[in-house]
């Protein structure tokens, strides 16, 4: 039997993938075929180019200039491995005599085909979150069809068109289920639990873009150097502070500072305890911009009033409390990372910002701010002088 050519994996599975429809699952796809499919990649160029070019249109609401990318060998064993990822959970994976062994072995290889080196490169960053930007969004349609002497159903699949013609003589009735990430690849899927977590970190960018509740803990060691680049943290900050209803509004921010306070119980470098610390900081600053419009400028803040008033106390998202305490806290050990640069060269953003610190305060209380102060301490050495204030520039010449 002829093994398939890169260009079907192409053209059924990677495509779709970047832009969107539906994914062909076949058999599990052996370290073999994927090595072999390396060196047919030069022959699939009308294939490759599709994908490249959905790839570039992907990153274009992301970045100002999109680098020239090309599918390599590890952007292809990454979208292999997650193929055989969803070939575990494929609802006929049981009919075709797959035994215990054999699906170990395919966890095993699939993980090794997701294991690629980790990469800071920006275009390999850019290159593999615009492969994975839809992982979140992977489901799969189940339909239940009832007709007047039966029913059947179709898990991921179309039902064929003889069964449902005649519709209101057959009394043809159609149910969809939609079955999500968190049930096909999530954290909850024994078969995947260890291959979607090793796939996402080596797409920190993806983790940081897109929020979603299944989404395996990110590590922010992996993720900060990202940060340090202008354009990307800028993209970052807007994606996660959409114009949504309030907790919509803090989901991604509040994970991000969950992470934050992960990452404060290990060993961390204090340069990215710092570029973590001063990005979550101006997260809070968008909040404050997003209030300019409120008639009072010293007015309570309506969104923390939604999410950190007593009503909501149980449903608080973890990282909510860190969030939002982290400003006053950092103004306890290095206020140059207390507030963002500019906030208060701009008086109505000030005053937003002083309303918001100090409302933070009373709703989360002194003991909350003190003790996330001194886990910082523990990380952050006391900080310079500000060269600003040791530095003095001659004024201009006197006119005349």
């Not at 390999?124 to 039966?150: C, E």
């Amino acid at each position: 039997m002829a093994r398939p050519h890169v260009r079907d994996f192409l053209t059924s599975f990677v495509r779709p993938l970047v832009m969107g429809g539906p994914l062909h699952v076949g058999a599990p796809i052996p370290q073999s075929d994927l090595d072999r499919w390396d060196g047919e990649l030069p022959h699939a160029t009308e294939e490759l180019m599709a994908v490249d070019e959905a790839r570039a249109a992907v990153l274009s609401t992301l970045v100002c200039r999109v680098p020239s990318i090309i599918l390599e060998a590890d952007d292809l064993a990454l979208a292999a491995g997650l193929h055989n990822a969803l070939f575990l959970v494929h609802p006929r994976a049981e009919l075709w005599s797959v035994s215990e062994r054999q699906r170990r072995r395919i966890i095993d290889t699939a993980l090794a085909m997701v294991s690629q080196p980790l990469s800071r490169d920006r275009t390999r960053v850019l290159a593999r979150h615009a492969l994975l930007h839809n992982l979140f969004k992977v489901r799969r349609s189940d339909i239940l069809l009832t007709w007047w002497t039966g029913r059947a159903r179709f898990q991921g699949q179309t039902p064929p068109a003889r069964l449902t013609s005649w519709k209101a003589v057959r009394r043809v009735r159609e149910d969809v289920t939609i079955v999500g990430f968190d049930d096909l690849i999530g954290a909850s899927v024994p078969e995947t639990s260890s291959i979607t977590p090793t796939l996402l970190r080596r797409s920190p960018l993806t983790q940081l873009l897109d929020n979603h509740p299944g989404a395996p803990p990110l590590h922010w060691e992996d993720a900060v150097f990202v940060l340090r680049d202008a354009e990307l943290a800028r993209a970052v900050a807007y994606r996660l502070v959409p114009d949504a209803a309030p907790r919509d509004m803090i989901a991604g921010p509040a994970r991000l500072a969950g992470a934050f306070e992960q990452m404060l119980e290990r060993a961390p470098a204090e340069g990215d305890v710092r570029a973590v610390a001063a990005f979550l900081v101006h997260l809070n600053a968008l909040f404050c911009l997003g209030e300019m419009g409120l008639r009072e400028p010293a007015a309570k803040s309506p969104l923390l009033a939604a999410v950190l008033g007593p009503d909501s106390a149980s449903q608080r998202p973890r990282g909510l409390a860190t969030l939002f305490a982290l400003p006053a806290a950092l103004a306890a050990v290095d206020r140059r990372l207390s507030i963002p640069p500019g906030v208060e060269a701009m008086p109505a953003l000030a005053n937003r910002w002083m309303a918001h610190r100090a409302q933070a305060r009373d709703l989360l209380g002194e003991a909350q701010v003190e003790a996330l102060a001194q886990r910082l301490k523990r990380h952050l050495r006391p900080s310079p002088a500000d060269p600003t204030a040791a530095v003095t520039l001659p004024g201009p010449p006197p006119p005349g």
